[in-house]
């Protein structure tokens, strides 16, 4: 599809999407990806320059695979059980096969995707959070949420479950050409991967919420508790809250509504303040073979990221990336770095942020 005619289309079902729901449905995009074959990027230009603007009310699962650098918990039990039909983007579960891993064309899985989402406004069933409280020092998640059926009674089995998401991971990534030419044209190249499962609530097949006759009348509410990994970046995490109904198998489960709400912001806010003096942390530190560095740098730019010596010399080169006004979280490897102290060096449009840190093998 032309861009031109991808733009109308989304425009037009932005316009008349949700017109007069009440209870306005979230469509639930459930995904395997790979850096290992070029995907991540291909995935994010369908998601958000076309069904997302097509479907603003839309969340995202992306569950990264064996031929991933970076691996989903539990992906193995989810693929066996959501993916076992082999399909490559899962839409609210509907049992419709939506496309291949490879493609050429990236926009057609999108236009193919968007032709089948339910145009039902309303989501069949209520969900409401009504407690969240994030401990930053114990790093735990514990929220509670209550459902009801809308407006009509339901009959079957019905499922809740969560999921932790995390956004702006960088890592590298394989190149694919129709999605763009990297910085460095060939091969392997650092990439921003968003919607990054992290943990799952109830591996894989959710709790039961309600049996047999879900009456209108009838609320639920259900609690949940997490403890977030200290690698993550909890400003950049979400939860991504959904009922479904239960079928013989999982991927075939309906999903009837969902919920996105940030793990770190208070209750019903979404937004991030704005970055405004830069920082690094690495952890853990000491580290061993593999560390993570959580970067917030006040500007955008080409950032030029390295391991070095106390001497300057540069150890390992990590990345050269587009960055934007934001906070990030870089996984790298240290495998090929011995004991020793370091500096994390980023350097944005002639400055430098630095950070020291250990190595220990």
Request: charged share 20%; aromatic share 12%.
């Amino acid at each position: 599809m032309k861009p031109i005619r991808l733009l109308l289309l989304a425009a037009l079902l932005a316009a008349t999407y949700g017109l007069n729901a009440q209870n306005p449905r979230l469509h639930v995009i459930e995904r395997i990806n790979s850096t290992g074959c070029g995907e991540c990027p291909c995935l994010d230009s369908i998601i958000y320059t076309c069904i997302i603007p097509a479907f603003p009310n839309t969340v995202v699962l992306q569950y990264h695979s064996f031929a991933s650098m970076l691996r989903s918990k539990d992906f193995y039990v989810l693929y066996d059980s959501l993916f076992s039909d082999r399909s490559d983007i899962r839409t609210d579960r509907d049992g419709r096969f939506y496309g291949w891993s490879f493609f050429k064309n990236i926009h057609q899985v999108c236009d193919t995707a968007v032709k089948y989402l339910p145009d039902n406004p309303d989501g069949e069933v209520v969900i409401n959070l009504i407690s969240k409280v994030y401990d930053p020092v114990t790093r735990t998640l514990n929220f509670s949420a209550k459902f009801t059926p809308y407006l009509t009674d339901l009959s079957g089995n019905f499922m809740v479950n969560a999921v932790i998401t995390e956004n702006n991971i960088i890592k590298m990534q394989e190149h694919m050409d129709t999605c763009g030419t990297p910085p460095d044209s060939i091969g392997w190249y650092p990439s921003s991967h968003m919607d990054v499962s992290r943990k799952m609530a109830f591996v894989p097949f959710g709790n039961l919420l309600a049996y047999g006759n879900w009456l209108k009348t009838q609320t639920f509410i259900q609690n949940f508790s997490f403890t977030l990994d200290t690698s993550w970046i909890a400003s950049h995490c979400n939860i991504i809250l959904y009922v479904y109904k239960q079928e013989d198998r999982l991927y075939n489960s309906a999903i009837l509504q969902a919920v996105k709400e940030s793990v770190s912001w208070p209750l019903g806010i979404n937004e991030r303040t704005e970055i405004q003096t830069g920082e690094i942390k690495i952890i853990p530190n000491p580290a061993g073979n593999y560390a993570n560095a959580h970067i917030s740098l006040p500007e955008s730019g080409i950032a030029r990221i390295a391991v070095v010596d106390l001497s300057g010399r540069v150890v390992k080169k990590i990345t050269d990336v587009r960055i934007e006004r934001d906070s990030y979280n870089v996984e790298f490897d240290l495998g090929s770095v011995s004991s020793g102290q370091y500096v994390f060096q980023v350097l944005l449009n002639g400055k430098t942020w630095s950070q020291k840190f250990t190595v220990i093998k």
